[in-house]
């Protein structure tokens, strides 16, 4: 699949560098956002196979919006629902590409931003860096449940030696390590020297 979205980018005549960064950031995100759409949209448009019987014949069976959070920032796609008509079976076309996400709205390359953030702020102060750096608005309760669910299937995983401690103001960490299996949980004093992150289907 090949997709072009159009970049238009409108730059003051008196702009400064840091404006014309700003402005040519902004349109990034836009462009990106529409390119994901795109794909969406191009999935939809192609040949349909239905993924109970194999049949071909496919019957439009509205659509449905779903809300994505990327790297770029917050995109709205509009998801193509069919119904086969050889098995009856409704599908969507773009499920596969969906399919990382699991129930949740987190591309798995934000989520590890997240917690990369979420290990190293304040959740308050992470969810900024991520809005500022990323355009993706994410807010500071879901940062610390995806942290901690990280450090949850790190631990999980038998990861050890990786906590988390804040010094700054925002909610508490948790630390994940454990002196041993079924122990409770003990604070590390020193900065975390790893990053525990683990995939856990979204
Ligand atoms: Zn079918």
Do not use: K
């Not at 795109?38 to 999935?43: F, I, R, T």
């Not at 699991?102 to 860096?129: E, I």
């Amino acid at each position: 699949m090949q997709i072009t979205v159009p970049l238009v980018i409108d730059i003051p005549d008196d702009a400064g560098i840091e404006q014309v960064e700003s402005v040519v950031l902004d349109a990034d995100r836009l462009a990106m956002c529409e390119a994901m759409r795109a794909v969406v949209a191009g999935m939809d448009a192609g040949p349909i196979v239905c993924p109970t019987c194999h049949g071909r014949t496919v019957q439009r069976d509205g659509t449905a919006t779903r809300l994505v959070s990327t790297r770029f920032g917050r995109v709205s796609l509009v998801v193509r629902r069919v119904r086969c008509a050889a098995c009856g079976q409704r599908c969507r076309p773009s499920a596969p590409l969906l399919a990382a996400l699991g129930r949740a709205n987190l591309t798995p390359g934000l989520r590890q931003t997240c917690v990369l953030a979420g290990s190293s702020w304040p959740f308050a102060t992470a969810a900024c860096v991520i809005a500022d750096r990323c355009g993706a608005v994410v807010s500071a309760e879901h940062l610390r449940q995806v942290t901690r669910a990280a450090g949850h299937a790190a631990a999980g995983d038998g990861v050890s030696g990786c906590t988390r401690r804040r010094t700054t103001c925002g909610p508490r960490a948790t630390s994940y390590a454990r002196t041993r299996p079924g122990s409770r949980s003990v604070s590390d004093p020193a900065p975390p020297a790893c990053l525990p992150v683990g995939r856990d289907g979204g």
